[in-house]
């Protein structure tokens, strides 16, 4: 029998000092639990640069975007950064010749922007988390920088160096 005339379990345990030695059994793991695995996260969120290059954009654009304006990834509304350094030059845009071979043209009435960026995320192996957003060198997307809109590629992305560590 697995409890005796005496209230024991198998001859050798009372049931109430059993139910006390699991609930303190319980107790114990529920503060463990609760208390005892505070794992540190720390900030991995770092300064970085990014180049955008837009081949090919209407040349009154140039009156809408200036260092200092913000950049947003349009799709995703994620801000990248600030700029900190414009530049504008001709279009770049790319057709057959007459001899049939790729050549490399330019439009009138067309320039093509290039923006550095700076801004804050997370870097990984192939790039930059930005607010939960992967993005990675030649990843094209529409950007609004200051007040014109731009289809873009990312044509740069360095980490800048954290030596205040």
Known sequence: MIIDS???????????DLCLVLAVIAV???????????TVVTDTTQEFTIG???EEAPDYVQDYIKVGDTVVDDSK????????GV??????????????????SSKEGYCSVFLTISGKGQPFINGMVI?????MVNHAFTVR??????????SGL???????K
């Not at 114990?28 to 505070?38: C, E, W």
């Not at 607010?131 to 993005?135: A, E, L, M, P």
Request: proline share 1%.
């Open 6 to 16: 005496k209230g024991k379990l198998f001859g050798k345990l009372n049931i109430i």
């Open 28 to 38: 114990a793991v529920i503060v463990y639990i609760k208390m005892g695995d505070k």
């Open 52 to 54: 955008i290059t837009c």
């Open 77 to 84: 509304a994620v801000t990248l950064g600030k700029i900190v």
């Open 87 to 104: 530049k504008f030059g001709p279009s770049i845009n790319y057709g057959v010749d007459d001899r049939g071979y790729v050549a490399k």
């Open 131 to 135: 607010d939960g957003n992967k993005y």
């Open 145 to 154: 920088a200051g007040s014109g809109k731009l289809w873009a590629k990312i």
């Open 158 to 164: 360095d980490a800048k160096a954290d030596d205040a």
